[in-house]
């Protein structure tokens, strides 16, 4: 019987890819784990598999193929003395058939397993309806609102990269290193080329060792340079968090202000799809509480960009939170040369009178679909792109707030001792008065992160309940 | 700025130094300059521990405060080996170190008393004090993290080829953190010019070392990382020069880290709350007797005839002065202005 063999996916979050090469031609004899063809996609190459017996009867997505969905049939296998045109490449397949296909794959990410794992897209999504990046609303970049800039589309991915290229260029101090982050060229490839361009002396591959080396990063910033620590998941970073805290956030106030500490920590943050309880958590609220950091968590490309270069030259610690599942949104970023944001100014991603929607990193999606739902009702939502969570923007929230008269935030981090929770805490203090409503917040579930799919969505904030809160505030 | 000693590059089939039995034949002299320096400076030491401790008892001197008293000759030799631009990190029990780099007593004690003309204008206290000037790094409180961070100190003097090389002093019981051996590791891979100085005073606080550790034999402890490691005489401060030599000598020239275990001794409790019940006084006692590093030093200065008992008197009249002096700014010196709570956060 034939089979189909599907494109698949390199990870929960992929949706398409390329279809670079054929490795075997039309009629040509494939067993079970022979590799029939090679995909790529942004992050990283995987190979394709046969899993049945059979012959390549029919090719149907030619090599050199952009954007290919995952799940569109790419070929048909055939049992002996079957006909390949008898295989119909425009019949549904079968659930049964959707997991024929295999690859082997190296591990995108090591320790994170999951993501080598082709996931059928049959299974419902495990992160609430991510953006498409065409929807998303282009936001408005108070860094670049004149309408002469010049606007490029880039993943989020790519602008960190090209910060980070562009501060190693400005500055022979500024070195990146962590797990995978030279030859492999990121275990989420985003510091793709750092190595070709700066070499092994500026971009170096440590071992799996993270209190060690954010240790080692934090004595050779003490000495003057500025490391740039990449740690392959934030969850890996609490082996790394005595030296993030004790050393790096606290040194400067111990030596009454002799021993600097300019450091950057950066990596993905958040909830990742389908990878369980101990690759899945917002650290936000953990950094967020220290004084002698600075915690900045970017949504769009633009701020990606703007406020990594920016951290790079702040002479402080900073802690930069990005999150995997963006990594892969485009947005527009200002094409124009050193282009900076600074750290602890939100934005006003969307102006409004009715209501505060208040939101930073992934957090934006809910909030942003909320405020298109709400609009289609006739409630005006102010969404505010927190951008840094510490120093916290107060000022840009409490006048939002005193216009609005109610404010709902959005974490996915836990609830208890949370951002939203400081952010509840400031409106209270700063604009009680003003307050029509009491403040809503909208957390990820006080529960470590489940695996399972539907629960996985459960655990997580949806855009339903932002839409809830922010009419219950609204009383409408 | 360090001048860097021209060594030649060694074979990479070259055989590991192996490591020294402590009886390793006669230790060379200093010489007499060297040797006087190294008395006054061990004297300075052990004087200030010793108002510290004074200090302390009478409420000036608040939280935690870790004595050096014992082990003034590591500190001492190893900086006789130092050159200019060399970095210094170690843990809590600092004082001596900081006194050994340079930095002006006052200011220590000062430090000390929790005023602000202490280093970190009293914002720090007795284990967390810096001086770039000095290149004293610290100072830190979390045992075992000062080896990662003068790992990362090492890795900035080989980024920018300065010539550089790092000191990091740690103790018997820091020996058995995780980070120690994960930047053994990283130094061993990329051939860091750190020196690892285990000050081996055998109690990690009321641990003795055989009940704490599977391999007692601390300068082994870089073996599966191709480290190689000596044991050292760390009473006796003509042993700790010879071996600073050499080995300083080792990582400057590229060869990647060192490992020098210095057999010492602290009088002191581990603090000043600890009463120290885990020894008899009896073991104290002999190690006072017999292998006293100022002791020794003066007993061989006289038999070399370098210097008198009056010469001895002025010496220790002139650490007093120095001592009483720090002691006196650090009993009057102003607490910090309460402004002060809020500085120093970020810059």
Not at chain 1, 115 to 127: C, D, I, N
Not at chain 2, 137 to 150: C, N, Y
Request: with cysteine; charged share 25%; net charge negative.
């Amino acid at each position: 019987m034939a089979t189909q063999i599907l494109m698949p996916a390199l990870s929960p979050t992929m949706e398409k890819g390329n279809l670079s090469r054929w490795v075997k031609n039309e009629g040509d004899k494939v067993k079970a784990g022979d590799v029939i063809a090679e995909i790529e996609t942004d992050k990283a190459t995987m190979e394709v598999e046969a899993i049945d017996e059979g012959t390549l009867g029919k090719i149907l997505v030619p090599a050199g193929t952009a954007d290919v969905a995952v799940n569109t049939p790419i070929a048909v296998i055939v049992a002996d003395g079957e006909d390949a045109a008898a295989a119909a490449p425009n019949q549904a397949a079968s659930p049964a058939q959707q997991n024929k296909a295999s690859q082997s794959a190296p591990p995108a990410a090591p320790g994170d397993a999951a993501s080598a794992v082709a996931t059928p897209k049959a299974a419902p999504s495990a992160v609430a309806n991510p953006p498409q990046p065409a929807a998303t609303p282009v936001p408005e970049l108070a860094e670049a609102s004149a309408a002469d800039v010049e606007m490029v589309t880039m993943t989020v991915r790519e602008a960190l990269r090209d910060a980070m290229a562009e501060e190693m260029r400005r500055d022979g101090d500024v070195f990146v290193m962590g797990e995978e982050v030279a030859e492999y060229q990121g275990a989420y490839k985003v510091t793709q080329g750092l190595l070709q361009e700066f070499g092994a002396r500026r971009v170096v591959d440590t071992p799996i060792t993270e209190h060690g080396f954010a240790g080692l990063g934090v004595g050779a910033a003490l000495a003057g340079l500025k490391p740039i620590v990449e740690f392959m998941t934030f969850n890996f970073a609490m082996q790394a968090i005595d030296q993030i805290i004790n050393s790096a956030a606290k040194t400067l106030y111990m030596s009454g202000g002799q021993m600097g500490c300019p450091i950057v920590f950066r990596g993905p943050n958040g909830p990742a799809a389908r990878v369980a309880a101990q690759h899945s958590q917002d650290y936000s609220a953990w950094y967020s509480h220290i004084p002698g950091l600075k915690v900045v968590a970017p949504y769009t490309a633009a701020d990606a960009k703007g406020l990594l270069k920016s951290a790079i030259r702040d002479p402080n610690p900073v802690i930069f939170l990005e999150n995997e599942i963006l990594y892969g949104q485009s947005f527009p970023v200002p094409k124009v040369d050193d282009y900076l944001v600074p750290i602890g100014k939100a934005r006003i991603a969307r102006p409004g009178k009715d209501v505060t929607l208040v939101a930073w990193s992934m957090g934006m999606t809910y909030a942003l679909k909320a405020a298109e739902a709400l609009a289609a009702d006739g409630i005006e939502a102010e969404v505010i792109d927190l951008r840094t969570l510490r120093p916290m923007d107060t000022e840009t929230i409490v006048a939002s707030v005193k216009k609005t008269g109610r404010c709902v935030v959005v974490e996915e981090c836990w609830p208890q001792s949370g951002v939203a929770a400081e952010i509840a805490t400031r409106i209270m203090e700063n604009a009680f008065d003003w307050l029509d409503a009491p403040v809503a917040r909208i957390s990820g579930r006080d529960v470590p992160m489940p695996y399972a799919a539907n629960l996985e969505k459960l655990a997580l904030p949806s855009v339903d309940e932002v839409v809830q809160a922010a009419r219950a505030v609204a009383y409408r | 700025m360090a001048s860097q000693k021209k060594v030649a590059e060694a074979s990479p089939t070259a055989p590991r130094p192996s490591i020294l039995p402590l009886d390793a034949g006669p230790v060379p002299d200093l010489g007499r300059d060297a040797d006087l320096k190294a008395f006054r400076d061990m004297l300075l030491i052990r004087r200030f521990e010793e108002k510290a401790g004074q200090l302390y008892g009478m409420g000036l001197i608040g939280g935690f405060c870790h004595l050096y008293i014992g082990q003034e000759a590591v500190v001492v030799g190893m900086q006789l080996a130092m050159q200019e631009g060399d970095q210094v990190i170690t843990g809590y029990r600092d004082h001596g170190h900081m006194l050994a780099c340079g930095m002006d007593p006052k200011g220590v004690m000062a430090e000390l008393t929790g005023r602000r003309g202490g280093y970190s204008k009293g914002k720090g206290g007795s284990m967390h004090m810096f001086s770039r000037e000095k290149g004293f790094f610290g100072g830190h409180g979390i045992v075992g993290a000062q080896v990662s961070l003068g790992t990362g100190l090492a890795f900035a003097n080989r980024y920018r080829e300065n010539g550089g090389v790092c000191l990091a002093y740690f103790g018997d019981g820091a020996a058995n953190q995780g980070q120690v051996y994960e930047s053994f590791n990283m130094a061993a891979l990329w051939k860091l010019p750190v020196v690892y100085i285990i000050e081996n005073n055998r109690y990690a606080m009321g641990t003795s070392v055989s009940r704490a550790t599977s391999q007692p034999d601390l300068s082994k402890r870089g073996a599966s990382f191709n480290i190689p490691g000596e044991l050292v005489d760390g009473m006796d401060v003509r042993a700790v020069k010879a071996a600073g030599d050499r080995v300083l000598d080792y990582c400057r020239s590229g060869q990647g880290p060192y490992i020098l275990e210095m057999k010492t001794y602290r009088y002191r409790g581990h603090s000043m709350s600890d009463p120290a019940k885990y020894r008899t006084r009896e073991e104290v006692e002999k190690v006072r007797v017999e292998s006293d590093p100022i002791e020794q030093s003066r007993a061989r200065i006289l038999a070399n005839g370098w210097a008198d008992e009056d010469a001895f008197k002025r010496m220790d009249a002139e650490v007093r002065k120095i001592v009483n002096e720090a002691a006196e700014f650090a009993t009057y010196d102003p607490e910090p202005d309460p402004s002060e709570l809020y500085t120093d956060i970020l810059r």
